[in-house]
């Protein structure tokens, strides 16, 4: 059996969500400790190498537990994925209604990416950032990320397309701006790791050197 992983501090007490009643903040406890020895776990003996019983054990909770929130050791980790996604959503639905598709979908990221990283369990290491590293390196879950996007990009095109006034199953230009938009993430992460895998500034750097490039690129000769 895995030692126990022990996180001194680590996982945020019932006070940190106080709007919440303290039946759901007890829940969203449970979880974070569960996301943090799990990602603990990976970091320490790889994705494939870890079993949903050490993630209880080092919580000391019953796998019946973990089911309650996870449907498996992937969703765990992709649901990282589904609350980046459902981040960029609301902060592009925020975002001015005067600025023009690309624009508003730049800021969107960031204010996104500053959001599900400035509290609760992604403001400790492992970070968000460690979630995408590890995404990105292990197959399997790089398989499931993108076939989830595949399957999920709809609220993305919907919300471009709400925001322009625009059909979305007969304008091509939300499904298109979504998915160069996955493109230039893509890209950024790669790059990303490449250079040391640095912090989420270092991140958004990657990402607006790809999106700045994104006119140049497709209009006029590079020359």
Known sequence: MAPRVVYAGAVPDVSAHPGAPRRER????????LILAALRLFEAKGYEHTAVREITDAVDVSERTFFRYFASKEDLALS???DGADALIEALAARPPGEEPLTAL????RDSLGQITADGVLSHKPSYLSVLELIES????LAA??????EHDAALVGELARREGVDPDTDPRPRLLATLFA???FLAIRDWRARGAGDTEAMLAA???YADQLNP???GHWS
């Open 26 to 33: 007890k829940k969203q406890q449970t979880r974070d400790a």
């Open 80 to 82: 990282f994925v589904r």
């Open 106 to 109: 730049r800021q969107a990221f």
């Open 138 to 141: 292990t197959p399997t879950l």
């Open 145 to 150: 990320q993108l076939r989830y996007s595949h």
């Open 183 to 185: 493109g230039l993430a």
């Open 207 to 209: 990402f607006d050197v």
């Open 217 to 219: 690129a497709l209009f």
